[in-house]
Nanobody, 124 residues
Framework: QVQLVESGGGLVQAGGSLRLSCAAS????????MGWFRQAPGKEREFVAA????????YYKDSVKGRFTISRDNYEKTAYLQMNSLKPDDTAVYYC?????????????????WGQGTQVTVSS
């Protein structure tokens, strides 16, 4: 079992940065691939980024490439999403999630574990 808790969300002006954290409990964090998703009001939950269990493979939604960076620290049992050059369209609740492999990594229903979400609001 893995429990996930996100933090680091908040209100930021366009062009600013935020770093989201996803703290995991349980001994098997390093065995799981991690993903970040987001959901804006009235929209479906969408894939943002994913990282392999070892951290050597990362994947991104096209619109965040070059602005967002996903990383993880298996010793600290924490995944991160560094978000730079934020835009108002990035406004959403951001969720971290865990799954056993990278197959269908952009499909939310393939993830077993989910955090409660953290709100990110980017003002123009």
């Amino acid at each position: 079992q893995v429990q996930l808790v996100e933090s680091g969300g908040g209100l930021v002006q366009a062009g600013g940065s935020l770093r989201l954290s996803c703290a995991a409990s349980g001994r098997t964090f390093s065995s799981y691939c991690m993903g970040w998703f987001r959901q804006a009001p009235g929209k479906e939950r969408e894939f943002v980024a994913a990282i392999s269990w070892s951290g050597d493979k990362t994947y991104y939604k096209d619109s965040v490439k070059g602005r967002f960076t996903i990383s993880r620290d298996n010793y600290e049992k924490t995944a991160y999403l560094q978000m730079n050059s934020l835009k108002p369209d990035d406004t959403a609740v951001y969720y971290c999630a865990g799954k056993e492999n990278l197959y269908e990594r952009d499909q939310p229903d393939r993830y077993r574990y989910w955090g409660q979400g953290t709100q990110v609001t980017v003002s123009s």
